[in-house]
Antibody, heavy 122, light 107 residues
Framework: QVQLVQSGAEVKKPGASVKVSCKAS????????ISWVRQAPGQGLEWMGW????????NYAQKLQGRVTMTTDTSTSTAYMELRSLRSDDTAVYYC???????????????WGQGTLVTVSS | DIQMTQSPSTLSASVGDRVTITCRAS??????LAWYQQKPGKAPKLLIY???SLESGVPSRFSGSGSGTEFTLTISSLQPDDFATYYC?????????FGQGTKVEIK
């Protein structure tokens, strides 16, 4: 069965960086992409970006361009999301999710990780 | 970015009620719309994709319809397990966007 297992909760100071991991199993990692979605406390879902696990191509949400980097390690079927210059409003649960991989067709998010709470506080 | 607007934001209903949630896109997204269910402290779960296709394992009381800019999620007979928050999401564009969510509460 498809599983996405994320790293544990983090507490960071403003201005620091955080890197969250997402280990995939139960499917062929390079046949799909990974999207990252975050959810601030009591708020809705915000799509952050996508990476192809096949070739490393990325699409990032415009508001995070320059602060976020998504990578994959195909040898361990693990995706990573790094967010820099953290602010208090980056406090959220961060989810990885399996996504499509097509460069031409719409991509569907189907399976989700359990979420990683990142708290930014001085 | 394509904006997604859900209504209502909150819905109070009883077990057995028929429930309908609406999602509107700021421009046509064809049928590239998904619906997710989220319970407190849990990750979202895919219910419906391509506007009306039921994800495997999802009860048949859930259905979706619409195309272009107007979409609906219907729960034909609300069950205790269905009290949750529901989100629509467009995937017509590579830059995905979610609706703000509809919380279904016990009346």
């Amino acid at each position: 069965q498809v599983q996405l297992v994320q790293s544990g909760a983090e507490v960071k100071k403003p201005g620091a960086s955080v890197k969250v991991s997402c280990k995939a199993s139960g499917y062929t990692f390079t046949s799909y992409g990974i999207s990252w979605v975050r959810q601030a406390p009591g708020q809705g879902l915000e799509w952050m970006g996508w990476i192809s696990a096949y070739n490393g191509n990325t699409n990032y949400a415009q508001k995070l361009q320059g602060r976020v980097t998504m990578t994959t390690d195909t040898s361990t079927s693990t995706a990573y999301m790094e967010l820099r210059s953290l602010r208090s409003d980056d406090t959220a649960v961060y989810y990885c999710a399996r996504d499509g991989n097509s460069p031409t067709q719409p991509r569907l998010i189907d399976y989700w990780g359990q979420g990683t709470l990142v708290t930014v506080s001085s | 970015d394509i904006q997604m607007t859900q209504s209502p934001s909150t819905l109070s209903a009883s077990v057995g009620d028929r429930v309908t949630i609406t999602c509107r896109a700021s421009q046509s997204i064809s049928s590239w719309l998904a619906w997710y269910q989220q319970k407190p402290g849990k990750a979202p779960k895919l219910l419906i994709y391509k506007a009306s296709s039921l994800e495997s394992g999802v009860p048949s009381r859930f259905s979706g319809s619409g195309s272009g800019t107007e979409f609906t999620l219907t729960i034909s007979s609300l069950q205790p397990d269905d009290f949750a928050t529901y989100y629509c999401q467009q995937y017509n564009s590579y830059w995905r966007t979610f609706g703000q969510g509809t919380k279904v509460e016990i009346k």
